[in-house]
Structures are given as C-alpha cells and as structure tokens.
C-alpha cells in the first residue's frame, strides 16, 4: 500500500525588518508536509531550503521557552506545539503586536518582560538576610501547588498580543504582570503587605485597566487561569476597601 500524498501547504508569512525602507508584506512559501510536522518545522524546513533570511525565533522546541510565539491566523499561539494538521492547506503567519518587530516573525518580548518586572518588583522580598544553610519552613502542599501554577507562566507574550488593553494603553501591566503579583501575594516568604502588592497594580495600569475581555485566558499556551488571577486580586481590593 503506497503512502498518502502529502498535503502542499501554503504559508503567507509577514515579512518586515526594522530600518528597512521596504513597506511590511506578506510573501507565500510552500512546502509538503509531514507527519506530525509543527510550525517549528515548517519554519526551519522554510528557511534551509527556501529563504535561509526568515527570522523567527526558537530554543526549545518544547513549549516551555516562549520564544516562538507568533499570530497564528492572527491568534497567537506557539509555533512549536502547533500542528500544521490542525491548520488549513493556507494559512498566515504573523509577529506578535505590542512588541518591537526584529525581523519578520521574531520580536523583543524580553525588554517589555523585563521593564514590567522591574515595576513590579517580581521577586521575593525579605527584610533580613537570608541563611542559604537553613532549611525552609515547611509550606503546605495545596499552597505550594497554587503557587507552582502560577510560576508556570513562560512569558511568552502571548497573552498581551491578545489583550485589548494592551494594545491601547501601552503602561498596561497585563495578565502576566497581574499573574505575578497574586503569585508573590501568596507565597509566605515574600514579606510585603498586601497593600504593598496592590499599590503595584491597583490602578488603570494594572488590575482596574483590565477590560475583562479574557482573551488572556484563551489563547494562554499553558492554560493558566489568568481570569481567576485577576478576579483574585479585585476581590482583595475590594475587601480591603482599597477601591
């Protein structure tokens, strides 16, 4: 029995690049696929054999890094945990908005990530120095899973390129900087108080800017309940009289 034919695929990836006088475009590729191919691989397979110039970006093909996130027919998504099988014989690639474009697919989500954790100040703050050979207190295992999940997140972007708020208010801390702050509010090392935590985010910049339209919530790669996060931290506020 001969093997199936493979299905011809055609890409429309929007190409651009910083400094460069040509208007941003989309240009087609095409190539078979393979079985179980990804987004990942179409990439590369676009790259080696058709134009080695295609940036996008990549390190660990896993869905754990958040470098690939792109628009996705124009939801964002990651490109190495998306099957070209799930998607249509045409399809169109795009780099995520809010962020600044590098080249083609590939854009800067590190310096927004990095600016809106030093804002937030997305560490463990103690008012004394740390023993590093004492033992930790013992933490109870439902409070460790609450806030392993939320340390799940990966950064990858995608859920600001989804958010509405995001795309017009550009001080806007989003679901991941929200995410983070309920993360540190939980977790029993950090000693700030909880009007420390909601001083950071209880404005129209954080938690009260939020439009409640949750497409953080659904495009988010890592199903992190980024609507429960938020909802969490208005629910604080409001018990604490602090809107």
Request: aromatic share 6%; glycine share 8%; hydrophobic share 40%.
């Amino acid at each position: 029995m001969s093997a199936p034919t493979p299905r011809r695929l055609t890409i429309h990836i929007l190409r651009s690049a910083p400094g460069d006088d040509a208007t941003p475009h989309f240009e087609a590729f095409r190539i078979d696929e393979s079985e179980g191919m990804t987004l990942f691989i179409a990439l590369n397979e676009i790259r080696a054999n058709l134009d080695p110039s295609l940036q996008f970006d990549f390190v660990c093909r896993a869905g754990i890094c958040g470098s690939c996130g792109m628009l996705i027919n124009g939801r964002p998504g990651l490109a190495c945990s998306t099957l070209t099988h799930d998607l249509g014989t045409e399809f169109t690639l795009a780099p995520l908005p809010v962020f600044a474009v590098i080249g083609d697919l590939s854009v800067d989500t590190g310096r927004w990530m990095r600016a809106m954790s030093e804002r937030l100040e997305t560490w463990i703050h103690a008012t004394t120095d740390a023993d590093l050979d004492a033992v930790e207190p013992r933490m109870e295992p439902a409070l460790a899973e609450a806030i392993y999940e939320a340390d799940r997140c990966i950064e990858c972007g995608c859920c600001i390129a989804a958010c509405g708020t995001a795309q017009m208010r550009p001080d806007f801390v989003g679901a991941v900087g929200l995410n983070k702050i309920a993360r540190f509010r939980l977790d029993p090392r950090d000693e700030r108080e909880d009007a420390d935590h909601y001083a950071l985010v209880g404005n129209d910049d954080g938690v009260f800017g939020c439009m409640t339209l949750l497409g953080c919530h659904d495009v988010c790669p890592k199903g992190l309940s980024l609507r429960s996060q938020i909802a969490y931290l208005r629910r604080g506020m409001a018990a604490q009289g602090l809107r």
